[in-house]
């Protein structure tokens, strides 16, 4: 391949080395140790690449090679003509954590500007069939972490259910959030999820893939995103998992990166806790029902060094007040019997329950129950 040589830019070759079969940081560092540069790598000729390095992979094909350049000039096109940032394994602004996993990706794609050296960097995972319960404890969660700690960022997948929560939350709340995605950023998967996508950016997030805009999207992908999930982040939080599933599968690579892993217990029986109370029963997750559990196993300062100061008697709207009296009244109340008797619908009165367990007045019980503390 030697006549081809000078017709690439340097980001041409890297993208190109980075998106060959098989290629993670690893790989591509032990080729470079031998072959000199990426340049060097794509110029040589199979017979010269086979000798040097004593490989018999097919990436060391003089067509193979020319074909991964021909798309890696396309791909260079639409990173430059969409404003997106190729960081490259050998770049001063790859992250640390991800560089310490065996199978980062040599090369990501990212829009935005989140920085992922930030202090906490937590991630939050879960079922795509998320419940009641699921749903406020994500609220809640990244709500108490916005207060007390800073430099804070959380990262999920995008996806349906416990991802699009912890994003949704954390934008609700102002904390910069990562979602990283199963495929290029020509396209946001699941679509209905693109007018969150944009807040991401707007708000300070970013999005993140190791896929570029000619990759097909393949069903092992949405496994494979789990890996960058889990190693960009100090922590894995699990909010809700059936007895198998993608979560599951994050908890189990954030171990294998030496990260730690939380689970949110729930109700025996719940099929959408059944992996959580496993997690915990088999001691592979610490158990956590707050930030305060977070904070306490990460060994993480509360902001200026010290715990949030809460009210001795919180104001209350009239509106908390009278889910407060309806819970009083009845002592523990699951949350389609309150909104029935409140005569409000759930969505709705979802929105005073979170406020009300903020403000440490209720607590939420699983099965999505309520009663006051």
Not at 148 to 172: P, T
Not at 191 to 199: G, I
Not at 339 to 358: F, I, N, R, T, W
Request: hydrophobic share 40%; aromatic share 6%.
């Amino acid at each position: 391949m030697s006549d081809t040589a000078d017709r690439y830019s340097p980001l041409a070759y890297r993208i190109a080395l980075a998106g060959m079969q098989g290629m993670g940081v690893d790989l591509a560092r032990k080729l470079l140790d031998v072959v000199g540069s990426e340049e060097r790598f794509f110029g040589m000729n199979e017979k010269e690449l086979r000798a040097l390095t004593g490989g018999r992979s097919k990436i060391y094909r003089d067509d193979y090679r020319r074909e991964c350049l021909q798309r890696a000039v396309r791909e260079e096109a639409f990173v430059t003509g969409h404003n997106i940032s190729a960081t490259y394994f050998a770049d001063e602004g790859y992250p640390h954590r991800l560089l310490e996993a065996p199978d980062a990706p040599a090369m990501f794609y990212s829009l935005g500007r989140c920085n992922l050296e930030s202090a906490h960097v937590v991630s939050v995972v879960g079922t795509r069939h998320a419940t009641q319960y699921g749903l406020a404890f994500c609220d809640r969660l990244i709500g108490e972490l916005s207060q007390c700690v800073s430099d804070l960022v959380v990262v999920s997948g995008l996806a349906y259910g416990i991802d699009i929560a912890a994003h949704r939350a954390a934008l609700k709340h102002g904390v910069p959030t990562v979602a990283v995605l199963p495929r290029g950023l020509n396209r946001i998967y699941p679509a209905m999820h693109r007018s969150d996508a944009v807040a991401i950016v707007k708000q300070g997030g970013m999005l993140l893939t190791d896929y570029t805009s000619q990759d097909a999207v393949q069903k092992s992908n949405f496994l494979a995103r789990n890996r960058i999930v889990a190693a960009l982040s100090d922590c894995t939080v699990v909010v809700e998992s059936a007895g198998s599933g993608g979560a599951l599968v994050t908890a189990s690579l954030a171990m294998s990166y030496n990260r730690d892993v939380m689970a949110v217990p729930g109700r025996p029986g719940d099929e959408y806790s059944a992996g959580c109370n496993k997690l915990i029963a088999t001691n592979k997750a610490a158990l956590i029902t707050g930030a305060g559990d977070l904070l306490a196993a990460m060994r993480w300062e509360s902001a200026a060094g010290q715990p949030r100061q809460l009210d001795l008697f919180p104001r209350l709207t009239a509106e908390e007040q009278a889910v407060v009296d309806a819970i009083r009244d009845r002592g523990e109340v699951h949350l389609n019997t309150l909104a029935q008797a409140l005569g409000q619908p759930v969505y709705k009165l979802m929105s005073v329950l979170v406020e009300l367990d903020c403000k440490k007045v209720i607590t939420t019980l699983p099965g999505c129950r309520y009663a006051l503390l």
